[in-house]
């Protein structure tokens, strides 16, 4: 439990959500609480409920997706029912699975600052922040591109830099790497852990189907499961759950999976390896 005098980024409690043509509800009797800064992996097979948890979170359900929410979502101690789509989305910021569904504007110089222009932002602050932004995310050399004729991977960085720069508290991630090749798989996840070493105090949430990945940069990891939360831990012990894992058809990390069958026949003592250098020096150790 938090402490009693934090405000947490995310509190969800008893929550229920059906869509409005569903006869039975997508997500169930969610509990959850997200401390400010925290970087969480989210898990799950397709049709869980993933995406619309964090539809939740970012006010699109069932604010622009109608359904029956029941239960309460607290954004900073702020019920998200009580507050609007525009008042959300300057706390919490959510970047889709499909970048092409994000982007609006031909140049990715004009993409970036789309969102402050809207704010009303004065023309220097903007320059400013897309200067910012555009280098923390390394793509200040793609200024003057034609946004449609990115690569997969730059175009989800354009799409995670234009929400970067209105500067939200709270950053959702829904599957950002699904349609990308390894290389802006990694271009991705690296350019999110530098934006969790830079600020601190941001709130990340990343929903992915690679879920070595996810071990390795997150530090937990919720698996949702027929609309419920199966399983809320450190990575180091999110993979200790493997009946519950392979229920869901979650596989482990190869590494994990070896050191979690060798646990089993109590030849491995200790933590759950994530990586092969983790297995290594735990299997030298044991």
């Known amino acids: 439990m938090s402490d009693l005098n934090e405000v947490l980024a995310i509190k969800i409690e008893n929550m229920s959500f059906a869509f409005s043509s569903a006869s039975e509800p997508t997500l169930k009797n969610i509990n959850l609480e997200v401390k400010k800064g925290e970087l969480i992996g989210l898990v799950g097979p397709t049709g869980s409920g993933k995406t619309t948890l964090l539809n939740i979170i970012a006010g699109v359900s069932p604010h622009y997706y109608p359904g029956n929410l029941q239960g309460k979502v607290s954004i900073f101690g702020k019920s998200s029912l009580e507050m609007s789509m525009a008042q959300i989305s300057i706390e919490v910021g959510l970047v889709m699975q499909d970048p092409d569904s994000q982007l609006f504007n031909l140049f990715v110089r004009d993409e970036v600052i789309w969102g402050l222009e809207n704010l009303g932002v004065p023309r220097e602050k903007i320059a400013e922040s897309r200067t910012a932004a555009t280098k923390k995310f390394r793509i200040n050399h793609l200024l003057d591109r034609i946004t449609y004729d990115l690569s ?3 175009k989800q960085l354009t799409a995670i ?5 209105m500067n939200p508290k709270i950053l959702l991630f829904d599957n950002p790497t699904s349609a990308l090749d390894p290389l802006g798989t990694q271009m991705v996840f690296e350019s999110i852990q530098q934006l969790h070493r830079d600020d601190p105090d941001v709130t990340i949430i990343l929903n992915d ?3 070595q990945d996810l071990a390795v940069y997150t530090e937990r990891m919720w698996l949702i499961d027929g609309g419920e939360i199966k399983i809320d831990a450190k990575p180091e012990d999110f993979f200790t759950n ?9 596989n482990m990390p190869m ?5 979690y069958e060798l646990s089993q026949r109590g030849l491995w003592k200790g933590k759950l390896p994530l990586s092969v250098e983790q297995f290594k020096h735990n299997f030298s150790a044991t």
């Not at 830099?161 to 720069?165: E, N």
């Not at 590494?255 to 050191?259: L, S």
Request: charged share 20%; net charge positive; no cysteine.
């Open 152 to 154: 997969g991977g730059e």
């Open 161 to 165: 830099t234009s929400t970067f720069v």
């Open 209 to 211: 189907d690679k879920v």
């Open 242 to 250: 493997g009946k519950i894992l392979a229920n869901a058809r979650i």
């Open 255 to 259: 590494v994990t999976q070896v050191a």
